[in-house]
């Protein structure tokens, strides 16, 4: 038995210098695996960093207390953008813009683009509740200044205004600004406008840390074969493919 | 067999216990930083008769008129530049251009010809003054940027992540050419015509090119790519529900439950990892109250709670789970000043310990923090934060999972799965930087996490 392991570890090995990849074994990568330093204190402040900047306040004071982390924010800011969020994700979009002005009136000034969406998703409210005297009014008085500034809110407003002119909304070609990813993708924009304006960084690093791994696997496999995590969500270690 | 497993658990976090000693073994971080860049000119292998190096070894001359093309002044930085980082550079300023100008800045390899222009000879790459263009081996040079003079600083650099060789005049890139040179090489500046006189910048004082900007423009690259990749949706959601299940930290986790089904959309998790789940669902709330009983400092409270509620895992108190303990309440008491009550506590509990390998480190250390008024300010101190609580902590933690009767694989009782996946991260970018000779910037979570916000 043991001098067939042999013979096959040599033709592995014959084969991995034809093929110039190193190959290194479960035994030495866990090796490797158990060398590396990770602090629980480092995990703890991913977590609390993931809580905060995707907004879980509750979550977050709790963790702080279970944990002893310190937040990287103030969290009572916290509530405060959330609300904006919420706000925007249920379609109060007038609601959220005032929130936005009260926590820092400067944010909507110093970005056109994410003030135009805003505007925008309010047409596309109005429009979606059957609101067509106050819809048109509005594109007219509000929206239309800003399209004549810029060629690209221009085409937005177009585009929104379009939807005017069908029935049934589930046909039209621009129907996709009813949905509700619109809705989401502009609270998204406003999440991350706040975040800057608080000197934070709009994005939790968890999941660029995730896209890293998949990455550095990606760019090894070039040079060896080695145990990988194929599917992240189990995080399990499975042997190189022979 | 389940013995067997859960002293490798122990073990496993009695190394943990000493990560905060300084005195523990090598750290992979600190590797990096070990290696030692160049501060001066190397004036023991320099073309000595051709040139004159100052006293403080950061600048050069050319005092006597040049016959021909081997009788160039040259000298090396006096160690190479260093390889385990993103990009290592220096400067030189011309304070004169005598009179040909016949500068140059550049890398060569140990060995080098020292009577020679960096870049006339194989292995050398220079960057020359007098007519901008870049030499690489070859008898001919490349065009490559502007000429340079008195009163101008240049740069010279490489680039590890490209593997690249850049330069730079007053400041700006001038321009980039390939390494192709695997091993160490040596910064080197050059003169060559009577008067020419140059200072060199290892990084004493501050660069005239912005260096730091430079390498956020070379990380933000790689970045920009990584960023392209597309991850399953809400895995981050689940690594960080499953890292709060793992370590037993319930009421965020029921906090985070909450918010997630009140999310618009709400989140929903893909059930499929559920094997691991159910797992570390096991005695959830036991975990929690022992953790906040160790988090405060309570240990009687938390062997009381774990002989009611797991006598097993206190049984043998020759275990590392009772070291652990029995070493947390000793420092417990150190800390509070009850220095008579610690020291009959060590003697009953800890004295055993004192022979047996692998724990005689603690227990050393801790009884080090009888000898000092301030413990805290001792080498030893590291004993009295927060961090060795939660060490204990972590151990209790695996201990009570492992003892999940429908368990079938003791690692994941070890490490959550975020610690996998971070682990599994760092390792490949240490493998594969070591299969590229070493070069380049290694990923070290403790960097990336407290680089702080720009």
């Known amino acids: 038995m043991s001098l067939f392991c042999i013979v096959i570890r040599e033709l592995e090995e014959i084969e991995s210098m034809a093929s110039s990849k190193k190959v290194i074994t479960r035994e030495e990568w866990e090796r490797k695996l158990n060398d590396v330093k990770i602090r629980k204190e480092d995990m703890n402040k991913l977590v609390m960093n993931f809580l905060v900047t995707e907004g879980y306040v509750d979550a977050a004071e709790k963790f702080r207390m279970e944990s002893g982390t310190e937040p990287d924010i103030d969290l009572a800011t916290i509530t405060d953008r959330m609300a904006v969020k919420k706000a925007v994700q249920c379609g109060n979009v007038e609601d959220a813009i005032e929130k936005v002005n009260d926590l820092n009136p400067e944010i909507l000034d110093t970005n056109p683009q994410l003030f135009f969406h805003l505007q925008q998703q309010r047409l596309i409210e109005l429009i979606r509740n059957g609101k067509v005297d106050e819809a048109l009014e509005f594109a007219q008085e509000e929206l239309a200044p800003r399209g004549e500034e810029n060629q690209s809110f221009l085409e937005e407003l177009e585009k929104t205004v379009a939807l005017l002119a069908f029935e049934d909304f589930s046909n039209c070609p621009v129907g996709e600004l009813l949905d509700i990813s619109q809705r989401l993708k502009t609270a998204s924009e406003v999440n991350a406008a706040i975040l800057t304006s608080q000197s934070h960084e709009k994005d939790p690093k968890l999941p660029s840390l995730l896209k890293m791994l998949i990455w550095a696997q990606n760019q090894l496999d070039d040079k060896a074969a080695y145990p990988r995590i194929n599917d992240l969500s189990t995080a399990r270690l499975e042997d190189p493919a022979v | ?454």
Request: aromatic share 10%; with cysteine.
């Open chain 2, 1 to 454: 067999m389940l013995n067997d497993n859960s002293q490798d658990l122990a073990t496993h976090f009695l190394k943990l216990s000493r990560l905060g000693s300084t005195r523990s073994a090598m750290d992979v971080d600190d590797d990096d930083d070990r290696e030692e860049p160049p501060t001066e000119l190397n004036t023991i292998n320099s073309s000595g008769g051709f040139l004159l190096v100052s006293p403080d070894k950061l600048s050069v001359k050319y005092p006597t008129v040049h016959m021909h093309g081997h009788d160039v002044g040259v000298v090396q930085g006096n160690r190479p530049a260093p390889v385990k980082r993103l990009v290592y550079y220096f400067e030189i300023h011309v304070k004169s251009a005598g009179v040909k100008g016949q500068i140059a800045i550049g890398f060569t390899c140990e060995g080098f010809k020292m009577r020679r222009q960096p870049g006339w000879e194989q292995n050398s790459y220079g960057y020359h003054g007098d007519d901008g263009l870049l030499y690489r081996g070859q008898p001919k040079g490349e065009a490559f940027g502007p000429t340079y003079t008195s009163g101008d600083t240049v740069g010279g650099g490489i680039n590890y992540a490209t593997q690249e060789f850049f330069f730079t005049k007053n400041g700006a890139v001038v321009g980039t050419t390939r390494k192709d040179v695997k091993g160490r090489l040596y910064p080197t500046v050059a003169v060559h015509s009577q008067n020419e006189e140059v200072t060199v910048n290892f990084g004493a004082d501050p660069f005239c090119f912005d260096l730091k900007a430079y390498e956020a423009q070379e990380r933000m690259k790689q970045q920009v790519a990584i960023e392209k990749i597309s991850l399953p949706p809400n895995l981050s959601y689940g690594v960080v529900r499953s890292y709060l299940l793992h370590y037993g930290y319930e009421d965020t986790l029921n906090s985070f439950d909450l918010a997630g089904k009140s999310n618009v959309p709400p989140i929903s998790l893909d059930q499929g990892s559920g094997s691991n789940e159910e797992g570390r669902m096991y005695a959830l709330s036991q975990r929690k109250v022992l953790r906040q009983l160790i988090r405060k400092g309570k240990i009687d409270a938390a062997l009381g709670k774990l002989g009611e509620w797991y006598p097993d895992i206190v049984q043998d108190d020759k275990s590392a789970t009772c070291f652990l303990l029995y070493c947390q309440k000793f420092i417990e008491l150190v800390r509070v000043g009850e220095l008579e009550e610690a020291v009959s506590y060590g003697r009953t509990k800890l004295a055993k310990f004192f022979e047996l390998p692998g724990f005689e480190e603690l227990v050393q250390d801790c009884v080090a923090l009888l000898a000092y008024e301030q413990p805290h300010k001792s080498v030893v101190g590291y004993l009295l934060e927060d961090s060795q609580r939660e060490v204990v902590a972590d151990t209790v933690n695996a201990m009570i999972l492992l003892r999940n009767p429908k368990v079938t694989d003791t690692q994941v009782c070890l490490r959550s799965d975020l610690e996998k996946l971070l682990r599994q991260l760092t390792a490949s970018c240490l493998m594969k930087r070591q299969l590229e000779g070493d070069q380049g910037e290694a990923f070290h979570l403790h960097r990336v996490l407290n680089s702080g916000d720009e």
